[in-house]
Each structure stands twice: as structure tokens, then as C-alpha cells.
């Protein structure tokens, strides 16, 4: 009878730009228990066999994004993909790709940080305050629910071949959560010209890998079609309509 396994090897990258010349991937072997996630090795290599080795997480619940990893060759939330899914391994590592890495698993988001603010991402209200409650309707909100969930965990950044090739593309997610804004009834914003822009919707080949991808189900690829049509309503618009009479 075969003896179950208790351990799992995990093949981590290294990484120290400056002083490495390239990534290298390190094997560590630690426990395999039901419950641990690839988190849970990591903290275990951290703690237990190499004090050395950086990567980012928090909450341990799927929620802050932090922790986003490729674990075996796909972008995942480390705290949410689990050892025994892998066994009996290796399971591998890596840092998010499409992004400059730090150090080890650690990569710089700096790129959409810069961007996240171009898409107004925050409600513009024009009109006259309402005293008291801001009310909605419950279908009201069900128009934008979906895309308010994106934890910025840059999992679709990472699975996008667009923004693999042009990183000047807004991205997934900065797409998604304008779009969430501009359906909010209490939105009077107008961020057509980012989103309509030729880094906007429009680059987008539709692959639909950043929805895949997501761990929230916030639908990006679904947002970006979305908006183009919007886009190209209002275009239409434009053309063929006085400026006084477009609504």
C-alpha cells in the first residue's frame, strides 16, 4: 500500500535585480495538510527553512489582493489556491508576469497606480445634493454590483496579452472600475475621453482572459464590450446630431 504523502516540493523564484543576472527557481519542501493554501507554504518557508525569501500578502481571505502569485504557470491568489490541488507537485512559484519584479515574488503595480486615477475612479455628482440618503433602487445597483468587487489584486494585468504587448493599454481592471461608476445612477461623470481613447476599450482584442482569470468575478473583459458599444453610440451620436439635440 502506498504511503500518502506528507510533503509537497515548492519551486519558488529568486530574484534580486542588480545582483542576480536572472531569476532562478529554488525547490523548499514543506508540509502538505488540506488546509494549507500555497500562502501557508510560503509563510512556512518564510518562518522555517528561508528568512530571505519576499512576497507580498495580508489578509489571508481573498479580499485585500495582495498576494497574487503564478502558481503553476496561471495567476492566482496564493491565499485562496490550495497545496493538495497541485499534489503531488512540484508546485511552482513565480512572480505576476507583465510586471517588473522587485525582488522574488514581490513586482512593482506602480504603472497601474498611474493609471487607476485617469479613469475617475469615484463618484462626480453635478447636481444638487440630496439631503439626507443617497437612495438607489435595488436594480439601480444591480447595474454596477459586479464591478464595484475588483480587490486590485492585478490578476487580469498579468493574464492580459494586450498589456503584455502594449503597456501603454489602460488595463482590465482601470476599465472596469470606470465602467462601475459610470453605471451608478448617482454618477454625473463623463470619462469618455480616457476610456473611448486609443489606450481605452478600443485596444482591447476581446481574449477574455482577465475575466478568467478574475477571482471575484468582476467581468472586465465584459465591462470593456460594454463600453464600447457606448462609445461608439455616442460617436454616432456626434456625427450625426446636432450638438444640441445629443442626449
Same mark, same amino acid.
Given at each position: 500500500?502506498?504511503?500518502?504523502?506528507?510533503?509537497?516540493?515548492?519551486?519558488?523564484?529568486?530574484?534580486?535585480?542588480?545582483?542576480?543576472?536572472?531569476?532562478?527557481?529554488?525547490?523548499?519542501?514543506? =508540509? +502538505? !495538510?488540506?488546509?494549507?493554501?500555497?500562502? /501557508?507554504?510560503?509563510?512556512? $518557508?518564510? @518562518?522555517?527553512?528561508?528568512?530571505?525569501?519576499?512576497?507580498?500578502?495580508?489578509?489571508?481571505?481573498?479580499?485585500?489582493?495582495?498576494?497574487?502569485?503564478?502558481?503553476?504557470?496561471?495567476?492566482?491568489?496564493?491565499?485562496?489556491?490550495?497545496?493538495?490541488?497541485?499534489?503531488?507537485?512540484?508546485?511552482?512559484?513565480? =512572480? +505576476? !508576469?507583465?510586471?517588473?519584479?522587485?525582488? /522574488?515574488?514581490?513586482?512593482? $503595480?506602480? @504603472?497601474?497606480?498611474?493609471?487607476?486615477?485617469?479613469?475617475?475612479?469615484?463618484?462626480?455628482?453635478?447636481?444638487?445634493?440630496?439631503?439626507?440618503?443617497?437612495?438607489?433602487?435595488?436594480?439601480?445597483?444591480?447595474?454596477?454590483?459586479?464591478?464595484?468587487?475588483?480587490?486590485?489584486?492585478?490578476?487580469?494585468?498579468?493574464?492580459?496579452?494586450?498589456?503584455?504587448?502594449?503597456?501603454?493599454?489602460?488595463?482590465?481592471?482601470?476599465?472596469?472600475?470606470?465602467?462601475?461608476?459610470?453605471?451608478?445612477?448617482?454618477?454625473?461623470?463623463?470619462?469618455?475621453?480616457?476610456?473611448?481613447?486609443?489606450?481605452?476599450?478600443?485596444?482591447?482584442?476581446?481574449?477574455?482572459?482577465?475575466?478568467?482569470?478574475?477571482?471575484?468575478?468582476?467581468?472586465?473583459?465584459?465591462?470593456?464590450?460594454?463600453?464600447?458599444?457606448?462609445?461608439?453610440?455616442?460617436?454616432?451620436?456626434?456625427?450625426?446630431?446636432?450638438?444640441?439635440?445629443?442626449?
Amino acid at each position: 500500500m502506498a504511503r500518502k504523502r506528507t510533503t509537497i516540493t515548492m519551486e519558488v523564484t529568486r530574484f534580486r535585480p542588480g545582483e542576480d543576472s536572472e531569476p532562478t527557481l529554488q525547490s523548499y519542501e514543506v =508540509p +502538505l !495538510r488540506k488546509e494549507w493554501a500555497v500562502l /501557508d507554504g510560503l509563510n512556512h $518557508i518564510k @518562518d522555517h527553512l528561508d528568512g530571505t525569501l519576499s512576497y507580498r500578502w495580508s489578509c489571508r481571505m481573498g479580499i485585500c489582493g495582495s498576494c497574487g502569485m503564478t502558481v503553476n504557470g496561471k495567476p492566482q491568489l496564493s491565499c485562496a489556491t490550495f497545496l493538495v490541488d497541485y499534489a503531488p507537485g512540484p508546485v511552482r512559484v513565480e =512572480p +505576476l !508576469r507583465n510586471f517588473p519584479v522587485i525582488r /522574488d515574488l514581490v513586482v512593482d $503595480i506602480s @504603472d497601474f497606480m498611474t493609471k487607476l486615477p485617469k479613469v475617475k475612479p469615484w463618484l462626480i455628482h453635478e447636481g444638487e445634493t440630496p439631503e439626507g440618503e443617497f437612495l438607489q433602487t435595488p436594480q439601480e445597483m444591480d447595474e454596477y454590483k459586479k464591478y464595484s468587487m475588483c480587490i486590485n489584486c492585478m490578476l487580469c494585468y498579468s493574464a492580459c496579452p494586450v498589456y503584455a504587448l502594449e503597456p501603454e493599454f489602460l488595463g482590465p481592471a482601470a476599465i472596469a472600475l470606470g465602467q462601475r461608476y459610470n453605471l451608478d445612477s448617482r454618477d454625473d461623470g463623463d470619462r469618455r475621453d480616457v476610456l473611448a481613447s486609443a489606450e481605452g476599450v478600443w485596444a482591447c482584442t476581446f481574449v477574455g482572459e482577465c475575466s478568467t482569470a478574475c477571482p471575484k468575478g468582476v467581468d472586465p473583459a465584459g465591462a470593456i464590450q460594454r463600453y464600447k458599444l457606448t462609445a461608439a453610440v455616442a460617436a454616432l451620436k456626434d456625427f450625426l446630431l446636432p450638438r444640441g439635440a445629443r442626449r
